[in-house]
């Protein structure tokens, strides 16, 4: 019975291990979105989400070895960089090095359920910490860039798992073009029939991080779980999204089935701009 719980010890110890290097083992995805044979406009897009920055397995230099000879337009940070005051400061070196990339239209960022664990003061610091290193935090509001002289509308839902979105207000005196959605939970398009977008960015669920052999622990994280929508591309009511994986992990510091992500979209900018339908 003791080399037999010697042995079981020794084999928890090994998967645990392997379940350790995973966090580690990062995958850069990158991804077209309407492209199209004739020449237009693209906007070459940096996701990163859900940080954690309790668990993350990739220091800033790491990062800015990844990332330094790609070419980025736009940084977009779908939330959930932390959920405890004391980590806070490790969040300004990673901000370091994104200011070291050659970013045109600037660096923009969401908050995601994790992030308002902290209390008032708290999140108003690490909101502080983020617009100080160049990041425009966007909390149910909207704002205008031109690429190559295209309209393109930078659209940041609050999160949606904590009751905090608020479409009508994100949308709000939006201009006609092409409408790019960041946000935390994707959930939230379930409910944006009456609400167009061309591309939209979330993050929150980590592709599952342990998924062994099915991510059964999501179920309780709204309605696209069990639609199967846990990663990756996904349509819904002809609007294309994204559900990044995540580049930290929540609770235990392993992965079982999913990998950190760093995502690279391209997503082309056409004349053929949609006009946002009111709420219903």
Known sequence: MILLFI???GVLFYLFNRAYKNTKDIIINRIEINQTDKQESVLNILQLSDMHLENISITPDELHEKLKDETIDLIALTGDFL?????????IPYLKVLNQLDVKYGMYAVFGNHDYVLRKDDLNNLKEILEVHGCKVMQNENKVISVEGRTVNIIGIDDCSTGRSDLEASFANITNGTNLVITHDPNIVLNMKNYHFDYLMAGHFHGGQICYPKAYHLMKMGKLVKMNMIKGMHVHDGKPFYINEGLGQTGINIRIG?????TLHQLSISYNNHESLPAS
């Open 258 to 262: 999913s990998r950190p992500e760093i």
């Open 7 to 9: 042995a079981l010890l």
């Open 83 to 91: 959920d405890r005051k004391r980590t806070i400061p490790k969040l």
